[in-house]
């Protein structure tokens, strides 16, 4: 199908691309990759009378390092990401989680930013995010923020930006220490979203007991979680194979699941405890 | 929700309150003895669609139970189903139990059917969140013991927190 009619505006900077919207609030999206947002408008399911399109904004797609943090620029495809030799050596998670995403195309354009802020409850990032405990770096006219991974994420499709913000960069703590990654999912065949997604990124003691533990799921709820269940049942423990599996039982604890035509309730809770324990049992190996 | 059944089932059944607090609602008329004509602008994040479709209320025993019947058609697709409401007291307070089966068609089904179910939830749970503040503001005015200053500031406060929610 084709889109209703609507106004197009590229901004040269950020600075122009939020007075825009904060002049035309409610009737305008911000496009960034274009990989959620033309699918909605194609079909008629969003139809915006302005499209902003930030893809022109100079300096808003980079990966830096600075020996504390990193820090991904918001229009960074995942490509970019998934090729990063900087990440595969400081933080694998974040390439390994781009390799699962959609197919060759959708990485090539679609970006973390978009991902982020139209917070799919299916889409890989929001898992790795929450696992990585990042920050989001918002700005608006007038000020900018930041806002936690865990208070970002507030429902289906919905995010804490506010109306007129717009996310500029995401922000890591470099992993320190003896560190384990690993992101896995069960994807939908026809559109490769997550039916369950794990991202788990831990640490370890000298003795091997487990130091920090931080899990991140999507796909199961209207919203990816961090599964702090799971995440306390490690901390302290020795990893061996009982622990991770009688932690990943808590895999969907507290949380309501989705069911729909590809994968029921239960199947789903299944799936996620699983996918938990493989995804711990995986980054355990690699932090050793 | 805290608020008393009678309430709650006059609220509930009630076109005006109906229409401020359910998400999106833009027109809900009487059409006829029970059943309304409504305009929904429904959705969540970037997925908007405008509906249009009809609400009956059939097997009405006040204050305890009614069943809903809506048929509505939009642009994205369209939206079938039946619930039945049934409202208990608990200490004051109301228990609303709702078992419905809702179909959906055309392309949000088809695009968008594995997030109905979270889109459903979240919009029931903004409704009931709206309703129990309504319930709340109505339940201050009741008559207090005595007129006086404090009565005449809670009125004044629940009409602007009325106007307030009204321009929602």
Redesign the interface.
């Known amino acids: 199908m084709i889109a209703t009619q609507f106004d197009y505006l590229a901004p040269k900077t950020i600075d122009e691309a939020v007075a825009l919207l904060s002049e035309h609030g409610d009737n305008a999206k911000v496009l960034a990759g274009g990989h959620s947002l033309i699918p909605a408008m194609k079909l008629r399911l969003a139809q915006p009378a302005l499209v902003i399109d930030i893809g022109r904004i100079k300096d808003l797609s980079y990966i830096n390092e600075d020996g504390t943090s990193i820090s991904i620029g918001a229009m960074t495809t995942h490509y970019e990401i998934e090729s990063s030799d900087l990440l595969k050596r400081i933080c694998p998670l974040l390439p390994e989680c781009a390799a699962t995403i959609g197919d060759v195309q959708v990485r090539n354009k679609g970006t973390i930013g978009g991902s982020v802020a139209h917070a799919d409850p299916a889409a890989d990032w929001p898992a790795a995010i929450l696992a990585l405990g990042a920050e989001m770096n918002v700005v608006s006219s007038g000020w900018e923020r930041a806002i936690k991974a865990e208070d970002f994420f507030v429902d289906m499709l919905t995010t804490a930006l506010e109306p007129g913000e717009i996310l500029r960069e995401i922000r890591i703590s470099l992993p320190q220490g003896r560190f384990g990654q690993s992101y896995m999912k069960v994807h939908q065949p026809a559109s490769g979203f997550a039916i369950v997604g794990v991202a788990v990124s831990l640490t370890r003691n000298d003795d091997g007991t487990c130091m920090s533990a931080s899990i991140g799921i999507t796909g199961v709820a209207s919203k990816a979680y961090r599964a702090s269940g799971v995440e306390n049942a490690l901390v302290g423990q020795q990893l061996d194979e009982q622990t991770i599996a009688s932690a990943a039982s808590h895999a969907t604890d507290g949380v309501d699941a989705n069911s729909d035509l590809f994968a029921s309730e239960d199947y789903r809770r299944h799936l996620a405890e699983v996918y938990t324990r493989r995804a711990i049992q995986t980054a355990a190996e690699r932090a050793r | 929700m805290q608020a008393k059944r009678e309430y709650v089932y006059q609220a509930l059944t009630d076109a005006e309150v109906l229409k401020r607090c359910i998400p999106g609602c833009e027109k809900l008329e009487q059409t006829g003895e029970n059943t309304f004509a409504t305009t929904l602008k429904a959705g ?6 405008v509906f249009n479709g009809n609400v009956k209320l059939e097997d009405m025993q006040q204050p305890s139970h009614y069943r809903i019947v809506v048929d509505g058609k939009g ?2 697709g369209f939206v079938k189903g039946a619930g039945d409401f049934d409202l208990e007291e608990q200490d004051g307070a109301t228990l609303i139990k709702f078992v419905g089966d809702v179909q959906v068609g055309g ?2 089904a088809n ?9 459903a ?2 919009m029931a749970t903004q409704f009931f969140t709206s309703l129990e503040a309504e319930a709340q503001a109505t339940e201050k005015e009741e008559p207090p013991p005595k007129h006086g200053f404090f009565r005449t500031a809670l009125r004044w406060l629940s009409g602007i927190l009325r106007r307030v929610f009204k321009k929602n």
């Open positions: 969540v994040g970037a997925i908007k669609g642009q994205p392309t949000l695009v968008g059917q594995r997030m109905i179910q979270g889109a939830k979240m």
